[in-house]
């Protein structure tokens, strides 16, 4: 079976690089961050041998649209998957403490 392709879109890289510099910020660690987006990026490749993986989000817009998230600690990610094309696109990552309904909702 052939694996799926993992995109990440430019706003989904633009969040991970608000994390990284979050973490750096917070702790003075540059190893910190990076580590810690390793660990998201790793867990989106998950996603090439299992892109139904991830939880279906209660909002309804996001359901309907054909949104899916997974969770890493304390970050959601959410992503669409493209069945024709074989891919998967990383649209978000979101603190946990974060409307994210309203912020993706902004985002669509």
Excluded at 80 to 97: L, S, T
């Amino acid at each position: 079976m052939k694996k799926w392709q993992v995109i990440m879109t430019d706003t989904a890289k633009s969040d991970l690089r608000e994390i990284a510099f979050g973490i750096y910020e917070i702790s003075g660690d540059l190893e910190t961050a990076v580590r810690f987006v390793r660990e998201l990026e790793e867990k989106c490749e998950v996603l090439k041998d299992l892109p139904e993986g991830g939880a279906v989000p209660k909002d309804y817009v996001l359901k309907a649209l054909g949104y899916r998230y997974l969770v890493h600690k304390h970050y959601l990610i959410f992503y669409m998957m493209k069945p024709d094309e074989q891919n998967v696109y990383i649209h978000a990552f979101f603190h946990e403490k974060l409307d994210y309904f309203r912020y993706m909702r902004q985002r669509i």
